[in-house]
């Protein structure tokens, strides 16, 4: 089956520095991918959307100068929390789509646990 | 604007009851249709999906849906919970292949021994 890689699961940082969190396809081509952000006990709020190759897009609200997100090949999307806050610790979850897979579904990575110290 | 309701927050059922979460979307097309279920601290699972056809949907660990669209509902059913049930579970609404998918703001199962 389809399978979404993140990396890392849990990241500790000191506030003011920024953070990478990696999203890879292992099995198939994500043409797209999508970040979501999960506040305890919340629901997840999508904030981009990326399509390889081209700019992300943002969802009303979501600063795009403090969450970079970069989606450089078909089986890579990155999300960089630049000058990290303690209110930007968070569970962010990353999906991907699959034009090839064609089942309309999207695929989740385990998810990335930030703390922001 | 896509939108889904899922009006209980928390819900506690005996070991062996059945059970049903309630999920409402506003959609302005045919919609696609999921339930998820998360683990504390854990991503995400696919139980089950609707695109089209039947409206009874089968999906894993014994679940099902109905798609109602007329009621625009796409209530999750289980006949008998187990204690391994226990989780939040999140009903989610989305469009064609690669369409962003929007959540609900998810229902905390609790399972009474």
């Known amino acids: 089956g389809a399978v979404v890689s993140q990396h890392p699961s849990r990241v500790i940082c000191k506030s003011g520095t920024s953070v990478k969190i990696e999203c890879r396809s292992l099995d198939f081509q994500a043409t797209t991918m999508f970040w979501y952000r999960q506040f305890p006990k919340k629901s997840l709020m999508l904030m981009a959307t990326s399509n390889e190759g081209s700019k992300a897009t943002y969802e009303q609200g979501v600063e795009k100068d403090k969450f970079l997100i970069n989606h450089a090949s078909l089986t890579l999307s990155t999300l960089t929390v630049t000058s990290a806050h303690p209110e930007d610790s968070s569970f962010y979850i990353c999906?991907?789509?699959?034009?090839?897979?064609?089942?309309?579904?999207?695929?989740f990575g385990e998810g990335s646990r930030l703390t922001v110290l | 604007a896509q939108s889904v309701t899922q009006p209980d927050i928390h819900i506690t059922v005996s070991e062996g009851a059945s059970l049903e979460l309630r999920c409402n979307y506003s959609y302005g097309a045919t919609p696609y249709l999921f339930w998820y279920v998360q683990s504390p601290g854990q991503g995400l699972q696919l139980l089950l999906k609707?695109?089209?056809?039947?409206?009874l949907v089968q999906g894993i660990k014994g679940f099902e849906a109905e798609f109602k669209r007329s009621q625009s509902s796409f209530n999750l059913r289980k006949p008998s919970v187990h204690w391994s049930d226990a989780a939040e579970y999140f009903c989610?609404?989305?469009?064609?292949?690669?369409?962003?998918?929007?959540f609900g703001s998810g229902t905390r199962l609790s399972i009474r021994p």
């Open positions: 999906s991907a789509a699959s034009g090839s897979l064609n089942t309309g579904e999207l695929f």
């Open positions: 989610a609404v989305g469009g064609s292949s690669a369409s962003k998918i929007i």
């Open positions: 609707y695109f089209s056809g039947d409206t």
